[in-house]
């Protein structure tokens, strides 16, 4: 999904005070943790998710995993947390800015 600039920066806003609802560490991810992902996101839309992995470049192939398997979109990341938003059209519960 395209976001414009502001609609990304309306989500950091919001994003803002959430914890991370999702933690992932060095088991990596396996299908309970996918499962959890994935619930989280159908039923939250925009979520933080903690990553605790060897080096940047592990931790980074792992949020561009998560974001191609569910078809989030990676809003931010600082440090070892990204913050992943992906509409659900059945319940939508984040209305965006027009652009």
């Not at 959430?18 to 088991?27: H, L, Q, T, W």
């Not at 839309?45 to 974001?67: F, H, P, Q, T």
């Not at 509409?87 to 519960?93: A, F, G, I, T």
Request: hydrophobic share 35%.
């Amino acid at each position: 999904m395209m976001l414009s600039e502001s609609q990304k920066k309306y989500l950091r806003g919001l994003g803002h005070e959430f914890k991370p609802v999702i933690m992932i560490g060095d088991a990596g991810l396996s299908e309970g943790v996918r499962a959890e992902y994935a619930a989280a996101l159908e039923h939250h839309e925009l979520i933080k998710v903690r990553i605790r992995v060897g080096d940047r470049d592990a931790r980074d192939e792992m949020i561009r995993s998560l974001c191609d398997e569910s078809g989030a979109t990676l809003i931010q990341r600082i440090g070892n947390v990204a913050l992943l938003y992906r509409e659900n059209p059945e319940k939508k519960k984040i209305s965006l800015p027009g652009g």
